[in-house]
């Protein structure tokens, strides 16, 4: 399986800013995925990371709050835009086996945001 | 009614037992089915996909039920470090996050 790294790793914010949230893989992929864990809940999709055009966003989850960046087929950004307390969360990026559709996750980042 | 369902346990379990967990879907278009366990704070891994003729890892038994849309995990012989939560995932589409849903997880301990 893929290796996937995330930076940073954690952060706390300030309410009203914003944080970009990496995600890196060691091999080229097509699919690439963000999520968000809240405390004690399950995954939630986010947005697909489509390299070379805009993300396909869930209902319930616009560009404006969380852009989306898929430069390349290594590499992806998560943006968190003008944060709220409720946007603590656990953000993560997972890949996708284009045979298997067997996901792998990144390490996640953990954000509170004050 | 949710569309992957799982009981939340927790499952408090000797250590050395045998222990099951159910979960169960909607969609009867799912594809393929996972189960993934997450350690407390720390991502989800895969622990194995679930085939339609069951499928067996070491001490870890997976089964699909396709006409009652319920998928198994059994684990025997149980080790305090299977404690974690066990999340059960049904894709729906042919492959693409846009069909991949998550329970909430069943959370396992393993107690001495």
């Known amino acids: 399986s893929a290796v996937i790294s995330q930076k940073p790793s954690r952060d706390i914010c300030q309410r009203g800013t914003s944080l970009t949230i990496q995600c890196q893989v060691d091999s080229q992929v097509t699919m690439m995925f963000w999520y968000r864990q809240q405390p004690g809940q399950s995954l939630t999709l986010i947005a697909t990371?489509?390299?070379?055009?805009?993300?396909?966003?869930e209902s319930g989850f616009v560009i404006d709050k969380f852009p989306i960046s898929r430069p390349n087929l290594t590499f992806s950004t998560l943006t968190v835009s003008n944060m709220s307390p409720e946007d603590s969360s656990i953000y993560l990026c997972?890949?996708?086996?284009?045979?298997?559709?067997?996901?792998?996750f990144g390490p996640g980042t953990r954000l509170t945001v004050t | 009614r949710k569309e992957v369902e799982q009981d939340p346990g927790p499952f408090n379990v000797p250590e050395g037992a045998t222990v099951a967990f159910n979960c169960t879907y909607s969609?009867?278009?799912?594809?393929?089915f996972f189960w993934y366990r997450q350690d407390c704070r720390k991502e989800p891994k895969l622990l194995m996909s679930?085939?339609?003729s069951g499928n067996e890892d070491g001490r870890f038994t997976a089964q699909l039920n396709r006409a009652s849309q319920y998928i198994s995990l059994l684990i025997r012989d149980s080790k305090l470090s299977d404690s974690a939560t066990y999340l059960c995932?049904?894709?729906?589409?042919?492959?693409?996050?846009?069909?991949?849903?998550f329970g909430k997880g069943t959370h396992l301990i393993i107690q001495p």
């Open positions: 990371a489509n390299q070379g055009s805009e993300a396909t966003y």
């Open positions: 679930v085939y339609s």
């Open positions: 995932v049904v894709n729906t589409a042919g492959g693409g996050a846009d069909g991949l849903t």
């Open positions: 969609n009867s278009a799912s594809q393929s």
């Open positions: 997972s890949v996708e086996d284009s045979q298997s559709y067997e996901q792998y």
